[in-house]
């Protein structure tokens, strides 16, 4: 190569400089600042959205409960609705849930079966009422409210996350 062509390669050469690479940065920072309230926003929409359908599922298991075990009533423990599905369902682990579900904790909603009203006949407890709630891990960050039902079936939401569920699900 020669020294003529080597200075007119110097002159000519691709790329971006560092104003237009500092423009491309700022547009993307610009575009992510819109985004990323987005993005947490439906996901803990879509969070809710599961805690109703899972709260759904926990009256459709305690009225499927309470058709098989009728001496027991209704279950007061989510474990009992749950239960390893290969073994021979039991009022103690029914299999009538998923795992995670049984669990209690599901997309990002803690979910627990409280408010059990027992009653004792010929010597056998039976719980004859239920509640059930879902209440968000973190207030804001995983869901905004909190979710009740009980055995009227009937979904309700607080709006402050919490137990307080007065506003039906429409």
């Given amino acids: 190569m ?10 000519n050469e691709d790329g ?10 700022s547009i993307i920072i610009i575009i992510a600042t819109f985004a ?5 926003r439906i996901k803990r929409q879509g969070n809710e959205t599961s805690a109703i359908q899972s709260i759904r599922a926990i009256v459709a298991a305690q ?11 209704y279950a007061c423990d989510l474990k ?9 369902p039991s009022p103690a682990a029914a299999g009538l849930l998923q795992p995670d579900l049984a669990g209690g ?3 990002g909603y803690t979910f627990a079966i409280v408010n059990c009203n027992k009653v004792t006949i ?4 039976q719980y004859t009422s239920y509640e059930i709630t879902a209440v968000p891990q973190k207030i804001g960050n995983t869901g905004d409210r909190g979710f009740c039902s009980d055995d009227s079936q009937q979904v ?14 429409q």
Avoid: H, W
């Avoid at 010929?122 to 407890?125: E, G, V």
């Fill in 36 to 40: 990323i309230p987005n993005i947490t």
């Fill in 80 to 88: 009992a609705l749950g239960g390893d599905k290969s073994a021979a």
């Fill in 63 to 73: 009225l499927q409960y309470q058709q098989t075990y009728p001496a027991n009533g």
């Fill in 16 to 25: 971006f400089t560092l104003i237009e690479l500092l423009i491309v940065m």
């Fill in 105 to 107: 904790q599901k997309a």
């Fill in 156 to 169: 309700k939401y607080d709006p402050k996350g919490g137990t307080a569920c007065t506003q039906p699900i």
């Fill in 122 to 125: 010929n010597n056998q407890d």
């Fill in 2 to 11: 020669t020294l003529k062509n080597r200075s007119r390669r110097i002159g």
